[in-house]
């Protein structure tokens, strides 16, 4: 008789999900599912909204990374209204999402998917937390991660108006600069996270690193997939959060793609399954062969391993160190052991606290040169940036006045999706043997997930057509007496 393990929450994300492991007769996992069930629907709502609102409305997609799709709307807006904003304005932005990518990263270092390396991936559930981080690494480390996030936080308050739905980016550049008087306040702050990103890689050297069980943990098969990559690089196929063209290499690390984010219809395809609400992008031109990996199947992974295997190098010379040891210790590019995302989120932290520091003392950063008025009609916008958890694209298209008739999101957790429910079935089939399992091997079968950082709020949309619907009708002893659904 089949049995099934149900995983109902998952813990330490953002957003909404459940695993769903199926037994054989001889309690080994035959197929374990990572089920989305929530629904946001974002692409067909905003249907009808003026064009110029997007930057505000699809910030509330997530509580996490407003930011991101802030910037990814507002830069959609540019391409739509075909203005490029001023300089000054260009350099304001990525200063911006440099110090949220920053804080960003830290809150999944050191509380997300921290915990489960920081306290342990068998400790107790009720230690696998924040709490449990600082008792193992002390309260003068907790407070210097709270102290470094919210200064910086602060300051995007400032810039940005708001932190968690900001309402500053428009078509052509942005509403606000900084003053002469301010900048030093964000140079403080910047060089202070320069410190704060080089003393978590040494956190994680020291506790990660430095214990053989977790890097032979990282190192298992348990945990690898052998996909495509994608990420942002620029002119000089280097990493970039907030511009330049997308680029894919294949799982050998050979260049499969560089293109503008204006051509992504001809690379990117979109995948559904009727057991959840996410979608599986994949690669149009290697086609969609099912939840396997290698040169043949067209699955990609973004985020920061990927991002790191995308690009040739990082401009910044602290980051540049930490990405050569990388690649040094791990064997070489690529990297294909889904754990190492961890490090690797410390290695883009460097970059964002050194780029932040580089853009604040850049001599244009307090200009009030700061927008271009659009003179154009609207007809067709796509915007991308690097968020937290990968590729973000906008996609919008308006008729002559600026309505939206068309939007189309590819989420970073979306562009995960397809890797990520193979890694989750991966660990569980590796993990669970002869249905021996306790509550350590559940969390380690959730760690599969949660080194990619997935937002699930942000990752579920709706394609064209009828959404599908399952709802269970129980009685009180939680017995299914009746199903209804508008889907075969």
């Known amino acids: 008789m089949q049995h099934k393990i149900t995983i109902d929450p998952i813990t330490r994300l953002e957003g909404h999900g459940k695993i769903e492991i199926f037994l054989d007769e001889k309690g080994n996992v035959e197929r374990a599912f990572l089920v989305v069930p929530e629904l946001r629907g974002f692409e067909i709502f905003v249907k ?10 699809t910030a509330r997609i997530c509580g996490v990374c407003p930011t991101a799709h802030h910037m990814a709307s507002t830069k959609a807006l540019d391409d739509l209204y075909k203005v490029q904003p001023p300089s000054p304005a260009k350099k304001l932005r990525e200063m911006l999402y440099n110090m949220f990518m920053l804080e960003d990263h830290a809150l999944h270092v050191y509380i997300l ?12 559930k009720a230690e696998r937390n924040v709490l449990g981080v600082i008792q193992k690494v002390g309260l003068e480390v907790g407070k210097k991660v709270i102290s470094v996030r919210r200064e910086i936080r602060e300051l995007m308050t400032l810039l940005a108006g708001k932190v968690i ?41 020291d506790i990660v690193l430095s214990n053989k069980e977790y890097v032979d943990l990282i190192l298992s098969d348990a945990y690898t997939h052998r996909t495509y990559y994608m990420g942002l690089v620029d002119e000089n196929k280097k990493l970039n959060f907030y511009d330049g063209k997308i680029r894919v290499v294949d799982p050998e690390g050979k260049e499969y793609a560089l293109f503008d984010v204006r051509n992504y219809r001809e690379y990117i395809a979109e995948h559904v399954e009727n057991w959840t609400y996410i979608k599986f992008p994949f690669l149009k031109k290697v086609g969609w062969k099912g939840f396997v990996d290698g040169k043949d199947s067209g699955i990609y992974s973004v985020a920061p391993l990927a991002r790191l ?8 010379p602290r980051a540049q160190e930490a990405y050569e040891e990388f690649y040094k210790t791990l064997g070489g ?24 520091l580089e853009l604040a003392k850049d001599p244009e950063i307090t200009s009030d040169n700061i927008r271009n008025i659009p003179t154009e009609t609207p007809t067709v916008g796509i915007g991308v940036v690097e968020a937290p958890r990968g590729t973000l694209i906008h996609h919008y298209e308006t008729d002559e006045r600026g309505y939206i008739t068309k939007a189309n999101l590819i989420v970073a957790t979306q562009n995960n999706s397809a890797r ?69």
């Open 420 to 488: 990520i429910s193979m890694s989750i079935d991966k660990a569980a089939k590796s993990l669970i043997k002869e249905g021996k399992y306790d509550e350590g091997i559940l969390n380690m079968v959730e760690m599969a997930f949660r080194a990619y950082d997935p937002c699930h709020a942000c990752g579920t949309h709706s394609l064209p057509g009828n959404i599908p619907v399952l709802i269970n009708i129980r009685n009180k002893n939680g017995e299914i007496i009746k199903t209804i659904k508008n889907f075969e």
């Open 333 to 356: 590019k690529p990297v294909h052991h889904t754990l190492a995302n961890h490090w690797a989120r410390v290695v883009e932290m460097i970059y964002a606290a050194e780029r932040f």
């Open 113 to 124: 998917g921290g915990p489960d390396f920081i306290v342990g991936p068998k400790a107790k």
């Open 165 to 205: 739905h900001p309402a500053w980016g428009v078509p052509g550049g942005v509403t606000r600069g900084i003053k002469k008087e301010e900048v030093v306040n964000f140079i403080k702050v910047a060089e202070k996270g320069v410190e704060f990103a080089l003393f978590t890689l040494k956190v994680f050297k």
């Open 309 to 316: 295997n995308a690009c040739e190098g990082i401009s910044t």
């Open 48 to 57: 009808g909204k003026p064009a110029e609102d997007m930057p505000i409305i």
